[in-house]
């Protein structure tokens, strides 16, 4: 078996020397790079493109801990990516019980949603988007789950609007799933769902963009089945920004929509 970044092979073989009846054994290609480039000078497409790296193994390694917030100690709990153009689950695993530790392959070319669960837990969701031409690379990410109690609230990083738009896009799907979900679950819960902006245009415009955007979901929910007695909606515009506005990333994550338990 290759490693992800086809540097490295895997065998399994039987040894006199061994210290086992099969062991595992690493073999590491330090003319990989070498190989490729005097293969890539060969290598024409018929576009003429461009010269291919084969060495860029279109995939992105994602790999952390997932723990408790409060105690810090490691859980075991399911994680679920996410096609969320297709609303198709990718892969499921599990973290390893002693030590909370996972490790998920997300393909190029797509976005994803990553969600982390655990019963008596809120689920905890990553947004990916990865791009077709990107190469091999590994993210470090650990993971802190919340219980499922009063005043415990987090960001729905898988619900999409467009531009200017208080309307959910198709992408929500999976995401509001798991809301549906949890409310399932747990049939005492109550919730309030906000809706926060960048502070990119008037306050009175961004107020009522996050306020129908919040309504959208609370609207959503409803329609499949949740009781509005367990639903509240509110919009904040940009009166409560978790990061800076002056930069573009700073305002992507200022534009996001939160979860927050208010009853059980």
């Known amino acids: 078996m290759l490693s992800a970044d086809n540097r490295h092979g895997y065998y399994a073989s039987v040894y006199e020397e061994g210290l086992g009846e099969k062991d595992i054994y690493l073999l590491s290609m330090p003319m990989f790079d070498t190989l490729n480039q005097a293969s ?22 994602l790999r952390g801990i997932v723990s408790d917030a409060l105690t810090k100690e490691p859980l075991e709990a399911r994680l679920v990516l996410t096609d969320n153009e297709k609303n198709e689950v990718v892969s499921e695993l599990t973290t390893e019980a002693e030590t909370g530790k996972y490790k998920v392959s997300i393909p190029s070319g797509r976005n994803y949603g990553l969600a982390v669960e655990k019963k008596g837990y809120l689920f905890h969701s990553e947004n990916y988007n990865v791009p077709p031409s990107i190469g091999y690379r590994e993210l470090n990410l650990d993971i802190a789950l919340k219980r499922s109690t009063v005043g415990s609230k987090i960001i729905l990083k898988n619900i999409f609007f467009d531009f200017d738009k208080a309307e959910l896009r198709k992408e929500s799907t999976a995401e509001l799933q798991k809301v549906i979900g949890l409310l399932r679950d747990e049939p005492n819960l109550k919730i309030v769902i906000t809706g926060h902006t960048d502070n990119v245009g008037t306050e009175a415009y961004n107020q009522g963009l996050s306020e129908r955007r919040a309504r959208a979901v609370i609207d959503h929910l409803i329609a499949k089945g949740i009781s509005a007695q367990r639903l509240t909606s509110r919009g904040y515009g940009a009166e409560r920004p978790v990061a800076s506005n002056d930069t573009e990333d700073g305002r992507q994550q200022n534009r996001r929509t939160e979860f927050e338990i208010t009853g059980k």
Do not use: C, W
């Open 40 to 61: 890539n000078k060969d290598l024409k497409l018929e576009q003429g493109a461009s010269e291919v790296n084969a060495n860029q193994n279109p995939i992105t390694i």
